[in-house]
């Protein structure tokens, strides 16, 4: 059963940092990209940063490049998202989602993910 599970969310203070993690399950991320994306209130939901199954090929949406990071252990099948410098738009349920293969390439787009997890809240607020 594949299952997919996002924790490491809270509170914190503009400018600190949060490291999300998506733990898998029932698969092994060798053929499965995944992504994450966020929700505001009142918002669609988004793409943050996908990372291929293979040579670890990686997107971020503009508003987040060069303060967080994806990355994978695919011994533990975990995916993180190391948010640095964090502000009060980046407040949004972020989600992990797995999708077929992609080999060389990760779509930012929802509907290339099949299976997601429920979400972990991050909040940014002083």
């Known amino acids: 059963q594949f299952q997919v599970v996002e924790s490491g969310g809270g509170l914190v203070q503009p400018g600190e940092s949060l490291r999300l993690s998506c733990a898998t399950s029932?698969?092994?991320?060798?053929?499965?990209?995944i992504g994450w994306f966020r929700q505001a209130p009142g918002k669609e939901r988004e793409g943050v940063s996908c990372i291929s199954n293979k040579d670890n090929t990686t997107w971020y949406t503009d508003s987040v490049k060069g303060r967080f990071t994806i990355s994978r252990d695919g011994a533990s099948n975990i995916v993180y998202l190391q948010m640095n410098n964090l502000k009060p738009e980046d407040t949004a349920t972020y989600y992990c989602?797995?999708?077929?293969?992609?080999?060389?390439?990760?779509?930012?787009?929802?509907?290339?993910?099949?299976?997601w997890g429920q979400g972990t809240q991050v909040t940014v607020s002083s």
């Open positions: 989602a797995a999708g077929p293969a992609t080999y060389y390439y990760c779509s930012p787009y929802r509907g290339a993910y099949d299976d």
């Open positions: 029932g698969f092994t991320l060798d053929y499965y990209a």
